[in-house]
């Protein structure tokens, strides 16, 4: 089956730094990559999605990119800001699809 | 528009115990999708529902179990509870199914004693 990994359990920047956040995946098969933020007492909410036919996917602030060959995931933060603290889970569209697969998740802390 | 709504958000529950969880999912959406959240565990993949039918179940015992009604609220069941099924409860909900832009609820908490 599919394992989805993290690279750091936990990441502290300063704000105004960018952030980026890892992730790899072990199904090569995998259609749809999803990236969602968790705040304390929260359910998880979307923030960027890509799918497999593309690289790089940008939206407010936000940058994901994908390397299939190597199975790799990153999300990229500009300019983090105190409000972006929280846990950031990658989700990996199983093939039989309508379930994901999410790797367990990187703990962002940012300092002022 | 109103998000996904769980209810109840917290509960307590003796273990042998059964419980019911319920989810109304954003109005339009019919996928609904369950998952477990433990601190060592991670987010697991439970069911999915859409239109009423089980598309896709996890790799979890069959003391979990699940329905979606006509109206799309959906209700998981866990019957003999054990400490272990301690954990945060998320619904997440979608327009038609393959957990794109699947928008989550803010989850029911079950501590089992």
């Known amino acids: 089956g599919e394992s989805v990994g993290l690279h750091l359990p936990t990441l502290s920047v300063q704000e105004g730094d960018n952030s980026i956040i890892n992730c790899a995946y072990s199904n090569s098969a995998s259609d749809y990559f999803i990236w969602y933020k968790q705040e304390s007492g929260k359910g998880p909410q979307f923030i960027i999605d890509?799918?497999?036919?593309?690289d790089k996917r940008q939206g407010q602030r936000v940058t994901v990119l994908l390397n299939k060959t190597v199975k790799h995931l990153s999300l990229q933060i500009a300019a983090t800001q105190p409000g972006d603290s929280a846990v950031y889970f990658c989700?990996?569209?199983?093939?039989?699809?309508?379930?994901?697969?999410f790797g367990k998740g990187t703990s962002l802390l940012v300092t002022p | 528009k109103a998000g996904v709504t769980q209810t109840p958000r917290y509960l307590i529950k003796t273990r042998g115990q059964q419980v019911t969880l319920s989810c109304s999912p954003i109005?339009?959406?019919?996928?609904v999708s369950w998952y477990q959240q433990t601190p060592g565990q991670g987010l697991q993949f439970l069911f999915e529902?859409?239109?009423?039918?089980?598309?896709n179940k996890g790799n979890f015992p069959g003391r979990f179990s699940g329905r979606q009604f006509s109206n799309s609220r959906s209700e998981m069941n866990v019957s003999t509870l054990e400490l272990g099924d301690s954990a945060l409860y998320l619904c997440?909900?979608?327009?038609?199914?393959?957990?794109?832009?699947?928008?989550f609820g803010q989850g029911t908490r079950l501590t089992v004693v």
């Open positions: 989700a990996v569209l199983r093939n039989s699809g309508y379930a994901l697969n």
């Open positions: 890509i799918r497999s036919n593309m």
């Open positions: 109005s339009g959406h019919r996928s």
């Open positions: 997440a909900s979608s327009l038609g199914g393959q957990g794109i832009e699947a928008f």
């Open positions: 529902y859409f239109s009423e039918t089980q598309r």
